[in-house]
C-alpha cells in the first residue's frame, strides 16, 4: 500500500532546521519539504535549492506563509530562541504540528501561552529533546521502566562544556547574552539534562529547585597578563593562549557555522581574508576575557521531587574536555555512565561477588546500525525526526516522545532555578503556580 508522505515547511532554514529537513532527502517516501521561510536570502535559496524547490515556495516570515493557509502538514521551527513562540503561534493557528527546537520558551509566561494556543487549535507540538532519542539514554531509561535500578533515589548528571565550545558558543558567540539570545546558559545548553532527569524520573513531579552560579572566569578582571581586545590585533599572548581565534576558527576549523555565519557563503573564503576579518570586525575575534558576555559560566540545580528522590545538574564551562556524565542511585543498584563515550554500567549489591558488588557493562554502538539512522547529538537527530514524521503520519508515540505536555516540567525546573539562583533561595515547582 502507498502512503503519501507526509510534508513539511522549514522555519528558519538554520543550522538545526536545515539538518532536520536531511531527513526529507533521505526518505522521500516518508517526508517531503514543501516551503522555506527565511529571511535572510541566501540560505533561503540554498534551502530551496537543496529540497527541489523553485522561489515560489520560499517566504521571508511566518506572516507570509500563513497569509497562504496551510500548505504542508507541518513545521520545523529551528528559529532562534527568542523568536519560538512568535513564530510557533501563528503557524498553530493555521493548523501546522510543530517540530520545536529546544528551549520552547524564553520564559514561564510564554511557554504556557504556547501550551494553550496548541491546546486550542489541538495541533500537536514536539520539542527537539534530542538525547531522549541518543541511543545512549534510550537505553538507560530502558533500564530504568524495567525495573533494574528499582526505587530512583538520586539522579546526577553533569554537562562539561569544552573551552572551545563554550568561547565560541557562549562567550564570543550568540548565545552569548540574555537579554539578546532570550535564554540564560542553563537554559540554552542544559535544558537537555534538566529534561534528561525529568524523563527518568517521569510521573514523580518535580517539587522544589534550589541553585547556585555565576560568571567567574570568563571577564576582563581574570584576563591574562599580556592579553589584548583581539587575538590579532593587541595580543602578545595569542600563540599560546587556547582560545586564539587564528588557531580555533583558521588552523583547527573549529565551529565554523558559528564563526563565519556574518561573512555567509564563506566556504570559498581564503585564510587570508578570514584572519584580516578576525584582526579587524569579527565578534570572534575578540579576547575572551573582553566581551560583552553576560551569563553564568558554570552553576549548579538541587531538585527535589514528589517521592522525596533528589536530582542535580552540574553546568562547568571551559574544560579542556567536554562531556555529559549522568549517575543514577536505585534501591536495587545504580548506573553511572559516559555519554561521550557512548558506555554505562549497572552496580548491583552482591555479598557473594569479590567486590560485594557486581557489574555489567553496556556499550551503545553509535556508529552502528540503529533503524539505519546515524549521525548528531549521539545519534538522536535523525532518530527525532523519524518519530515525529511516524507520530504525525498515524504512529504510536515512541518512549522517546517529546510532547510539549512532556517537555514543560524540564522547562519549568530550569525557568525557575534561574529565580532560585537570582533570590539566593529555594523556589516551590508546581504547574498550579505558574
Ligand atoms: N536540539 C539541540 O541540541 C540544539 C543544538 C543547537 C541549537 N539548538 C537550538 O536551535 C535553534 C536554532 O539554532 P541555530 O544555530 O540553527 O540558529 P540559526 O541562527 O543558524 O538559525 C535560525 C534561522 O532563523 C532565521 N530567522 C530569523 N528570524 C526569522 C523569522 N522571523 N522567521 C523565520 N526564520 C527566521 C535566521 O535567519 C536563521 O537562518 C536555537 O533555538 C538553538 O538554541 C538546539
Redesign the pocket.
Known sequence: MSHKPLTGVI????????RYAEYALEHPDKFKIVGV????EH?RKKALEIHGLDDSAGYT??EELCAKGKLADTAIN????Q??I??SIPLLETGYDILL???LAISEDEMMRLLSVMRKNKRTILI????RYAPFYHAIRRKILDGRLGTIMNIQTNEHVSYHHESSAFVRG??NRQDVCG?GHLM?KCC?DLDLIMWMLSGNPPVAVGSFGSRMFFREDKAPKGSGTRCLLDCSIERECPYSAKKLYVENKLWG??AW?DIEPYDDKSDEFRLEHLKKDSPFGRCVWRCDNNIVDHQSVLIRFADGATGTHNLVTGTARGLRSIHILGSKGDLYGVFDESRFEIRTPNPSAPDHYEREEFDLNVTGDFHGLDGG?GGG?MRLVADFVDLMSGGKPSISCTSLEDSIYGHLVGFRAEVARERNTVVPVSLETT
Not at 11 to 18: L, P, Q, Y
Not at 78 to 81: N, S
Request: glycine share 8%; net charge neutral; with cysteine.
Open positions: 522555519v528558519g532554514a538554520g543550522h538545526r532546521s536545515v521561510v527565511e529571511p535572510r540560505r516570515s511566518v529551528g528559529t532562534m530562541d523568536l519560538h512568535p513564530t527546537e529546544k528551549p527537539c529533546h534530542v538525547l550568540k548565545w535564554s540554552a537537555h557555522y558559528y555565519e547529538h537527530d
